[in-house]
């Protein structure tokens, strides 16, 4: 079982930053391509952006490329989503997952929600304008 925790999210106004931290418990981190998704209330979980195992390889949605930067840290077992220029539409839970099938390469990108194994609880992120 991989556990995931989302962690730094809140109330910020238009136009500002936050950055969402995920910590995995384990050893086998540097195994999984992870990835960042959202869900507004009423819609469907939304690809926001996704890293390689090997964090060389990111993608994101065309609805935050530019604003948002995803990145992972080995030592700390932690992924990162860095988000700037916050729009009102950007207000969701954000959740982190984790791909741990053997098939992945160390630079493949995962961007199905489908194709994720494990969920973090869910962090809310809530832009004003």
């Known amino acids: 079982q991989v556990q995931l925790a989302e962690s730094g999210g809140g109330l910020v106004q238009a136009g500002g930053s936050l950055r969402l931290s995920c910590a995995a418990s384990?050893?086998?981190?540097?195994?999984?391509?992870m990835g960042w998704f959202r869900q507004a209330p009423g819609k469907e979980r939304e690809f926001v952006g996704a890293?390689?195992?090997?964090?060389?390889?990111?993608s994101y949605a065309g609805s935050v490329k530019g604003r948002f930067t995803i990145s992972r840290d080995h030592a700390k077992n932690t992924v990162y989503l860095q988000m700037n220029s916050l729009k009102p539409e950007d207000t969701a839970v954000y959740y982190c997952?984790?791909?741990?099938?053997?098939?992945?390469?160390?630079?493949?990108?995962?961007?199905?929600?489908?194709?994720?194994?494990?969920w973090g609880q869910g962090t809310q992120v809530t832009v004003s304008s």
């Open positions: 384990g050893s086998t981190f540097r195994r999984y391509a």
């Open positions: 890293i390689s195992r090997s964090g060389i390889s990111t």
């Open positions: 997952a984790a791909a741990v099938k053997s098939g992945y390469s160390d630079n493949n990108i995962v961007t199905n929600v489908k194709d994720y194994d494990y």
